[in-house]
């Protein structure tokens, strides 16, 4: 039985790191190659020692890299691996992603190198190297990596550019989603695949137990208590990270400022920001409805109300809106704004993700009232804080749906936490009577598949089963058979009528023949009685079937289908023999005529 | 019947009288109808058409190449329409030939397509269908079967032949057994088309044997074997809920086409047998109603990948409004969790503040922390039945999606009480859509299914925060919607109040909307208000409290509030103080329509003055009637009947008697048109009629016209015919809901005032009276033919009768002699005659700019300002007509027209305007008024788009419909050096 076998050097039961090895068919694919954000150490990038160790370098052993979206725990380790590992085949991701993954590359390049200091780390000639050897793709669009493997890229949502991929080889396939989302958002639209039926779907299930609310509760929340604050003269604080979910704040306050005709100024502080918009602005076909529709007159992209903003600002009086990174108010501007406006209590920050513990984003969210800095400054906290989850993920209703949607014979969950997946897992074996795995970072996880067996069949023998079935209207329940030969060669099957296989083979076609002898009584010449039976045979056989007469003693029916030959028996005046020869399969006519035969004496 | 045919030399057009013998002339001669007909173009190719036409069609030829052959076609078929009967005799013959001579498949197929586009007559029709049937018999190429049946299901649905229809079935049921999917869809398609009603038993055997085609492994085949059904069913089938089960299994197949048909079908099965008993889906062998497991059904075809089956089962969601409330409610349910515990969704945690009477603290950080551990056995993921269904829906990637939903949720909401109070929460979360469209369907339907729900504060809050929005017309339809919902508490009317009032002042265009929207609020609720008074009012229990400017809008829309709640609340009246009161009695005169009549202040000594007549009447009659009941409607119309039966009384008198009689008439109608509202639109039109019949009068009695000539000053004379044709112009569009009676006779006292104005132009002055000799008969014409059309019941004008019959015995009409003809017709009198039909009088209001104004608008000069311009119009059903005037001061005057989708339909036989204008002028000194006006310019339709006939911006075709409004601009010269 032919086997997948998967292992996850990273987001096996775990989130972050994403970084899958995929054997199909004699291929070996790398599913994301993604960085670790919690540690410093060598368990930042995946292990890829699983793959050198076996004295193989990286290009020799895969076959291809698949990048599902620019998220660093996506994508963040590719430098590393092609670089300084050394990789040289291909890299397959979409072109908004090749866009921007360099651009988050860099940035975290330097945070690492320049802030935390780190040595041994990809350059950022190593980042342009690594992005000469990605080759983008195009939704939907099929590409064959080499003879045999063939990859396709589906909408996933989630980001700008996010895919999943189907990875094809031969009869079996894997869909892998990468992250995704099947609820629709002010940027985005939902993650959609056809009914593929591959048999293995990798999917993410960061969500696995939860089940959202309607978004536009959340959004409603949101914006209200923006313009709420903005109202009394408050300044709201946003901090974000640079893409993705600031995108969607974006849009979404901007809207709602064209909508409620506000006029207080919102900032957007990132210099990264500025340079990924405008890849936002140029890949609007990979956005949702209403944003490619518009697009035309303005595009969503071009902010009115959004400006860039400038330290200086921090101190103007007045209501304001400001996005600011990075979005656990760790360290940067958004700190540095938050330690300004937290002791007034008309001011709010939202904090619009999930924040590492021992942040200050986690400290005000747990409620201090009062913030101490490593300098010793303490910081009043009187702004209000609140909490909104704009989550780009599925939650357990979108990771069924999207299994609905495809329908495959097996089912593996990464990128989620291991309590979690269980409970999913002992869903869709419920729901979907598919197997479910969900192997460990390391484990290797073997699938068994029953792929389809391609088979040739003549063309003719097809059409004579069809016009025949087709004789009648269809029933699901009728047989449809086909009468044929089926011959394997050349490590192929193909379905032949006998001639063909005969030929095919180079046998020649041996013929069974019945023979059964009859004496009747008749007077006269052979010639005579020849006739009477060829006559007695044209009245009772309709005339579809001809009877011809070759000579005085032979009589063909249906051209050689079954002939008589009539011989006097020997020492007799009256009897005569009669042979009646037929085929093996016209034994129904041969039958017939023999007992036509029998009854004339 | 001798028949002349005249030509005129000079016009373009030709025109063909049709004249009877003149011997067959005898006294009640009936008007023979005029016609004007346009040659048959005759352009330089025309001739040759059918020449190359005809050589294409011999040159086809069997013995040529197949391609050939097919380009030659291709050619021919560019022809048609334009084809003549020899050249298709010829075509169809060698079509024939080819068809049978020629191997090419595709060729044969455009044989058959080209014959259904000849002319064909019944009895051609059957032969060319026996012909078809004939060739594609023994035919064994797809392409050409398909093609031929194609055309045979054309023309057989045109020619409706039923021995036909069943040889065509008898084929269709042979060529059924081909293995090409293509013909076998046609085939279906056929079935569908050409099966006869009547014959039950036949209908329902083709039923079983197309639904069995619904198993077929090619998708196009299943599809068009459901549609067929559905057709089938259409035409009166009864489809046995025997197939339920099988359709219900396709719901789910790999196809979307199949899919949309199947669900489709399985809804017209749910509507027939609704209440039919099938098995639960769980196999425990309990029964559930069929509309309840198709209502589940569908509603799982909600998640569909494909974006037109959502659609289709989000309408037809709506459709089903027999399922089970149980079902019902189920759709909108969907239990949230996280982390395996369960959550509550924002709507619940919201409603439990109200309930608790507690708000949000809005500090702690996960306040909506999930509660309680869920079993995990409990937790379904995979939508089982309906449960969600619409809030999937309504969260859908696509508008096409949420908006079905949001209509279908309504039309359920409609039917049920319970449910509308659920999907409540949904529709106000609509009001958060990216889409304006679907925003704007939310508010819509929420203000329909208002009568079942109540509002509480958690809602509202949502609802008034949505009053920001920028656009007039989400606010709109939010404030049509607050008026008619039912509010709880009295902080509920607190919160629409202050919010409006918020909105009043952001948005000044809103005060009417607003007030009206408060006048509902105020109705609805009044022992609600009653508790709120003295905080609106500001009132004191001891101290007076300083006048408010009953001027200020905010003001007005709290007293519009309150005296609307004291309607239904009589304590309310014994707060009013006296400045209250007098502000009521303010109001009540300013804004009718939006205080009520209340039952308080009587006393005030001033009140009726307004309704006493002021005018002196000169007619004994009018002053009776006016002072016995001045508003009484009956005693106005008795009014009316009285003074036109004086006027038919006063046939006889001296000419210049009737005239000094029309005259005091003509006052009447106008005062009555003033006192009385409910026949001030008849008062004025007979007002009309009578004032054109002086000016008539005015015009033969005048000097200028007796002793007509080109040489004397006949400057007078002409504003008085164009006068006169103004008041027939305006009596003709000025009005809606004339008969056509009516409608005629206007016709033809306007027929009469261009004759008039013929005979002026020819007699009275030396300009060319060509075109509007030509625009008189033409509009003879359209006068005769909508006689016609409304039946001679109506006795026709002399005047008229006697043009007719002059039009019809003149062979040369020619201005100079029709002039001739004419002049004596002129005495014939004007008929007399009183109206009686509900006629409207169609009018505009300019509701902004106010006109009120002192600071003038400013702007550069030569560039453009726009003026944004909100107009009520009133009876008018046609809006092309209209056009905004914009009058300078220098009496430049501009018709400008606004846009299609300015007009907004608001409410019965009201059209709402809302443009932006846009006016620019050199520099000016100092400010101006510019005078706006919204006028019918009929310039064009009155003179068939002929420009010769009609100076531009010629006054009289201009009919104004409202007062004008004045707008201050300064024009500045613009800045150098910039």
């Known amino acids: 039985m032919p086997e997948i076998k998967l292992i996850p050097l990273g987001a096996g039961q775990d989130v972050g790191r994403s970084c899958l090895l995929l054997s199909i068919g004699q291929k070996n694919v790398m599913l994301d190659c993604g960085m670790h954000m919690g540690f410093n150490d060598e368990r930042k990038f995946p292990d890829f020692s699983v793959i050198t160790n076996s004295k193989m370098n990286l290009t020799e052993y895969l076959d291809c890299v698949i990048i599902s979206h620019f998220h660093l725990d996506h994508c963040g380790a590719l430098p590393f691996m092609t670089e300084m590992v050394g990789y040289n085949g291909p890299i397959y991701m979409t072109h908004p992603t090749k866009a921007i993954c360099p651009i988050l590359l860099d940035d975290m390049r330097k945070v690492c190198v320049e802030r935390k200091g780190e040595t041994n780390f990809f350059t950022q000639q190593m980042i342009k190297d ?58 985005l639209g939902a993650a959609w695949i056809d009914r593929c039926r591959p048999d293995l779907l990798i999917t993410e299930s960061t969500y696995a137990t939860t089940i959202r609310d309607s978004k536009r509760c959340r959004e409603r929340d949101f914006l209200k208590k923006v313009h709420d604050c903005v109202d009394k003269g408050g300044k709201v604080l946003i901090p974000v990270f640079a893409l993705g979910r600031a995108q969607e704040l974006c849009i979404l306050l901007e809207t709602y400022w064209e909508r409620m005709n506000l006029k207080v100024p919102i900032y957007f502080a990132a210099g990264l920001t500025e340079k990924a918009n405008n890849f936002y602005k140029m890949f609007i076909t990979w956005t949702n409805q209403k944003i490619k529709k518009t697009f035309v007159h303005r595009n969503m992209f071009e902010f009115k109300h959004i400006k860039p903003f400038d330290k200086q600002f921090i101190d103007n009086p007045g209501a304001m809106v400001v996005f600011a990174t990075p979005g656990m108010l760790h360290a940067g501007l958004s700190l540095q704004i938050f330690k300004k406006w937290a002791p007034n209590e008309n001011n709010m920050v939202i904090m619009p993700g999930y924040c590492v513990s021992g942040t200050v984003g986690s400290k005000i969210l747990s409620g201090h009232k009062k913030i101490e800095f490593e300098n010793g400054q303490v910081v009043e906290v009187k702004m209000s804080v609140q909490y909104m989850s704009f989550s780009a993920h599925a939650d357990a209703k979108g990771i069924m749906q999207l299994i609905h949607y495809c329908q495959p014979k097996n089912v593996l969950l990464v990128h989620g936490e291991a309590a979690k997946m269980e409970f999913l897992k002992q869903k869709i074996n419920q729901e979907f009577k598919v197997e479910c795995y969900m192997p460990a970072n390391g484990e290797t996880c073997t699938i068994t598949t029953n792929p389809d067996i391609p088979l040739d069949i003549a063309v003719p023998i097809i059409n004579k089963e069809e016009t025949e079935y087709d004789q009648q209207p269809p029933d699901p329940k009728r047989q449809r058979l086909v009468h044929g030969v089926m011959i394997m060669k050349d490590n192929r099957l193909k379905i032949l009528d006998v001639e063909s296989a005969g030929a095919e083979l180079g046998l020649p076609r041996h013929v069974m023949r019945f023979t059964e002898k009859v004496t009747i009584r008749e007077f006269g010449a052979i010639s005579r009685v020849t006739d009477k039976i060829g006559a007695l045979l044209r009245t009772r056989l309709n005339a579809s079937t001809p009877v011809d007469t070759l000579s005085e003693n032979e009589i063909s029916v249906d051209g050689g289908r079954v002939t008589l030959k009539i011989n006097p028996v020997p020492k007799t005046e009256t009897a005569k023999e009669i042979c009646t020869t037929w085929g093996m399969e016209d034994d129904e006519l041969g039958a017939f005529i023999f007992a036509l035969m029998a009854n004339m004496t | 019947m001798a028949k002349a045919l005249k030509k005129r030399a000079l016009a373009e057009y030709s025109q063909t009288i049709l004249v009877e013998a003149a011997a067959a002339v005898v006294q009640p001669h009936p008007p023979k109808r005029l016609r004007l007909r346009k040659p048959a173009r005759t352009d330089g190719d025309d001739g040759i058409v059918p020449a190359v036409l005809e050589e294409e069609i011999s040159n086809l030829d069997p013995s040529r190449s197949s391609a050939d052959n097919f380009k030659a076609l291709s050619r021919i078929v560019s022809f048609f329409p334009s084809t003549n009967a020899t050249a298709e ?97 046609k085939c279906l398609q056929l079935i569908a088309t050409l099966s006869v009603v009547d014959e039950p038993e036949g209908l329902a055997d083709t039923l079983k044997f197309v639904h069995s085609y619904s198993h077929s492994h090619e998708p196009r085949v299943r599809s068009a074997a459901f549609k067929t059904m559905l057709q089938l069913h259409e035409k009166g089938t009864h489809l046995d809920v025997s197939i339920y089960k099988d359709v219900s299994k396709y719901l789910d197949d790999d196809y979307e086409s199949v899919r949309l048909a199947a669900i489709q079908l399985l809804w017209s099965i749910s509507q027939t047998s609704t209440e039919h008993m099938i098995p639960t889906p769980n196999c425990t062998g309990e029964m559930m109603r069929l509309i309840d497991d198709a209502f589940a059904k569908i509603c799982h075809a909600i998640n569909d990948p494909c974006v037109q089956v959502r659609v289709l089962a989000a309408t037809l969601l709506g459709k089903m409004p027999q399922v089970g409330q149980t079902f019902l409610d189920q759709t909108l349910d969907k239990k949230l969790m996280s982390d395996m515990r369960r959550k509550k969704s924002a709507h619940e945690r919201q409603w439990e503040k109200v309930k608790s009477g507690e708000w949000s603290s809005g500090k702690k950080w996960a306040d909506d922390a999930p509660q309680e551990v869920m079993d995990a056995g409990s937790v379904t993921l995979i939508s089982s039945g309906a449960a969600g269904a619409f809030v999937h829906g309504l969260e859908d990637e696509f508008m096409e999606v949420r908006s079905a939903t949001v209509d279908s949720l309504c039309t359920l909401a409609l039917k049920s009480p319970d449910f509308s109070n659920l999907t409540l929460d949904f529709l106000v979360d609509m009001f958060n859509d990216e889409i304006e469209e679907v925003r704007l369907k939310a508010i819509d339907s929420l203000r329909s299914i208002s009568k079942h729900i109540v509002l509480w504060e958690d809602q509202l809050e949502t609802i008034l925060g949505a009053l920001e929005d920028s656009s007039i017309d989400i606010r709109e339809g939010l404030h049509k919607l607050l008026a008619v919902c039912h509010l709880m508490t009295k902080d509920c009317v607190k919160m629409v109040l202050d919010a409006v009032l918020d909105n009043l002042k952001k948005y000044q265009q809103d005060k009417r909307s607003i007030w009206k929207c408060l006048e509902g609020v105020g109705l609805n ?344 311009l909100d107009v009520e119009i009133y009876n008018l059903s046609d809006v092309s007509n209209v056009r905004v005037q914009v009058k300078y001061p220098d009496q430049q005057i501009h018709l400008l027209c606004p846009r299609r989708i300015d007009f907004r339909p608001s409410g019965v036989d009201q059209i709402r305007l809302l443009t932006t204008i846009r006016i620019s002028h050199h520099a000016w000194t100092e400010p101006c008024p510019v005078s706006i006006a919204i006028v019918l310019n009929l310039s064009g339709p009155e003179s068939n788009y002929n420009q010769k006939l009609v100076p531009k911006n010629d006054p009289t075709y201009i009919i104004q419909l409202c007062e004008e409004k004045q707008v201050l601009v300064a024009p500045k010269p613009a800045k150098r050096g910039l």
């Open chain 2, 525 to 868: 609720h009044p022992w609600v208000v009653l508790p709120l008074v003295p905080q609106l009012l500001s009132m004191h229990p001891f101290f007076d409290t300083s006048e408010p400017d009953p001027e200020d809008p905010a003001y007005v829309s709290v007293l519009i509030l309150v005296f609307n709640a004291a309607k239904g609340c009589n304590t309310m009246a014994t707060l009013f103080d006296d400045k209250l009161l007098r502000h009521y009695h303010y109001l009540r005169d300013t804004l009718p329509l939006l205080v009520p009549e209340l039952n308080i202040g009587n006393d005030l000594p001033n009140r009726h003055v307004i309704d006493k007549p002021t005018a002196t009447t000169s007619s004994s009659v009018v002053g009776t009637a006016l002072s016995s009941s001045a508003s009484s409607s009956s005693s106005g119309r008795l009014v009316l009947n009285e003074l036109a039966n004086k006027l038919k009384s006063a046939q006889q008198l001296s000419s210049e008697m009737k005239q000094k009689l029309n005259k005091l008439v003509l006052k009447d109608f106008k005062r009555i048109a003033q006192v009385d509202n409910e026949i001030a639109a008849v008062a004025k039109f007979t007002a009309l009629y009578v004032r054109a019949q002086l000016v008539y009068s005015n015009c033969l009695g005048s000097a200028s016209w007796t002793q007509l000539s080109q040489n004397s000053n006949n400057e007078p004379l002409k504003l008085q015919i164009r006068s006169f044709l103004q008041l027939c112009l305006k009596m003709q569009y000025g009005f809606s809901g004339l008969t056509p009676q009516e409608l005629g006779i206007i016709m033809q006292l306007k027929l009469r005032a261009l004759s008039l104005q013929l005979v002026y132009i020819v007699r009275g002055s030396n300009a060319s009276a060509l075109a509007s000799c030509q625009f008189l008969l033409e509009q003879a014409e359209v006068v005769q033919k909508f006689l016609e059309s409304i039946g001679s019941t109506i006795e026709d004008d002399e005047f008229t009768r006697a043009m007719f019959l002059m039009l019809d015995q003149t062979d040369d009409p020619k201005p100079g002699t029709l002039a001739k003809l004419l002049l004596p017709l002129f005495d014939k009198p004007v008929q007399l005659l009183t109206f009686a039909s509900p006629i409207k009088m169609i009018k505009a209001v300019i509701v902004e700019p106010t006109g009120e104004s002192d600071t003038p608008i400013k702007f550069t000069a030569g560039l453009l300002l726009g003026i944004s």
């Open chain 1, 130 to 187: 690594c992005m000469k050897k990605v080759v983008a793709v195009n939704l939907h669009q099929t590409l064959m990596v080499d003879d045999e493997l063939e990859i396709k890229a589906y909408y996933a949502g989630h980001v700008l550019g996010a895919a999943m991929f189907r990875i094809r080889v031969g009869e079996e396939s894997v869909v892998y989603t990468g992250d995704y989302n099947m609820t629709p958002d002010r940027h």
């Open chain 2, 89 to 185: 005799t010829l075509l169809m013959a060698k079509l024939k030939t080819l068809f049978l001579k020629d191997k090419n498949a595709a060729l044969r197929a455009k044989c058959l397509t080209t014959m259904q586009l000849l002319k064909l007559t019944h009895t051609d029709l059957v032969g060319t269908i026996e012909d078809i049937i004939r060739l594609i018999s023994n035919e064994s190429s797809s392409l050409v079967i398909v093609s031929g049946l194609n055309v045979a299901i054309k023309l057989a649905t045109t020619c409706e032949n039923r021995g036909i229809n069943s040889r065509l079935l008898s084929l269709v049921r042979r060529f059924i057994k081909s293995t090409d999917a293509r013909v076998k869809c």
